[in-house]
């Protein structure tokens, strides 16, 4: 399983997550969010926690765009936003990416599959 912590900083999940950040910490496998070092359709999870409201419009459609790349169609797309203005900029292009590009968000047919899919969103944690 190949899970992706995006603009870590110095927060290390361990040594099954891959540590993508622009800055200067021993611990990172990677520095370019933005030309990710895998082939389409490959990373399980990217988990974005406080990152996506660095990016000024044209920034945020660009690395969402690869970060939909690498990720399996099964695969867990998790942003977790501060609370600023550049935020709720970047919540409003991440729907109209997401608009876009439906087939990646697509809905869950029955009750059934929707409980199933909420007992298995929080194992990784």
Not at 96 to 114: G, P, V
Request: net charge negative; proline share 2%; hydrophobic share 40%.
């Amino acid at each position: 399983m190949i899970k992706i912590n995006m603009g870590c900083g110095w927060r290390k999940f361990g040594e099954d997550w891959i540590h993508i950040d622009g800055g200067d910490y021993d611990h990172l496998d990677y520095k370019d969010i933005f030309n990710l070092p895998y082939e389409d359709n490959t990373v399980d999870l990217i988990y974005a926690s406080h990152v996506i409201e660095y990016f000024d419009t044209q920034e945020v459609k660009i690395v969402l765009k690869e970060w939909k790349r690498v990720l399996k169609k099964d695969g867990i797309l998790r942003i977790v936003p501060t609370s600023n203005e550049n935020t709720l900029n970047a919540i409003v292009i991440m729907l109209e990416f997401i608009a876009d590009n439906n087939e990646m968000f697509e809905k869950k047919e029955t009750e059934e599959q929707l409980e199933e899919e909420s007992e298995d969103d929080f194992e990784w944690i």
